[in-house]
């Protein structure tokens, strides 16, 4: 999200890119989503994109919004002046930005793991989980997810960056070579303090008719009593894997793709 935006082209940044991260690393979600439901993992190119459209939808939609909101709250905090944010300031308009996008990210998601789990076609999978008893299941985990992922590659790598150019600038004299350090703190942060609430989603998720998994509350305490603190980080690697990779992406691809698409509202400054 970039203040020389407004929140139109702050929007087709955010969707380009998001798709762009979906096409790459579908294959790290899908192994992360089995390995949270303790299900077998296939090597097959066609079982890893299932659902692939769905997660773009997802991906782009939310980065998306993430993107308008992120900006138009940036624009909001800095209220016309010239200046870097604060690191809270960075942090908020990110938290924020991620909780209001995951009210359209759940039930995509929804949509996506249900056809990775049991495969059929998106319309057919649709149809089994439009009702107001289904549609919602799992959105109190994405939304903290939601928070804490926008944080972590949209608010932590320029307080990252700013600080090692700043701090050391003979290393660090360019935002290029700044942006591994930042992706993989960025990606460090998103992955492990969301993680547990991203199992329990995608749990709830997996399991619609509530055989194993009911609530919130009572999947936390099914996962707890199943394998204590570690049955919330299953997965973790493949989804640390991924965020370090979705983070130096589209750190990457959001200045270039801003750019390239809109030249003149950074050429006039």
């Not at 016309?80 to 924020?96: H, I, N, T, V, Y």
């Not at 608010?155 to 290393?171: C, F, G, H, K, Q």
């Not at 989603?201 to 509530?210: A, F, L, N, S, W």
Request: with cysteine; glycine share 10%; net charge positive.
């Amino acid at each position: 999200m970039s203040k020389e935006l407004n929140e139109v082209q702050n929007a087709t940044v955010g969707m380009t890119v998001g798709v762009i991260e979906v096409m790459i690393l579908q294959p790290l979600n899908y192994a992360k989503n089995m390995v949270q439901q303790k299900m077998p993992i296939s090597m097959s190119p066609a079982v890893m994109y299932r659902g692939v459209g769905a997660n773009c939808l997802n991906m782009g939609s939310c980065t998306m919004i993430q993107f308008a909101v992120g900006g138009k709250f940036k624009n909001m905090v800095l209220n016309g002046e010239d200046r870097r944010l604060k690191a809270w300031e960075e942090m908020s308009c990110g938290a924020g930005a991620g909780l209001i996008s995951a009210m359209v990210g759940s039930p995509l998601e929804l949509l996506m793991i249900q056809q990775q789990r049991k495969g059929g076609g998106t319309m057919s999978t649709l149809k089994s989980i439009a009702n107001p008893a289904t549609i919602a299941r799992g959105f109190t985990g994405a939304g903290i997810r939601e928070a804490l992922w926008t944080c972590g590659y949209l608010s932590i790598p320029p307080i990252v960056r700013n600080y090692l150019m700043d701090a050391y600038p003979e290393t660090f004299d360019t935002k290029d070579k700044a942006r591994i350090p930042a992706a993989l703190l960025g990606g460090l942060f998103a992955c492990y303090l969301s993680h547990p609430v991203d199992t329990i989603k995608t749990c709830m998720q997996g399991d619609i008719e509530r055989k194993t998994y009911g609530t919130f509350t009572q999947t936390a305490s099914k996962l707890y009593s199943e394998s204590g603190i570690r049955g919330f980080y299953r997965g973790a690697t493949f989804r640390y894997g991924r965020m370090v990779c979705a983070v130096f992406i589209m750190d990457s691809l959001k200045d270039i793709v801003s750019k390239a698409m809109f030249p003149s509202a950074f050429n006039q400054n």
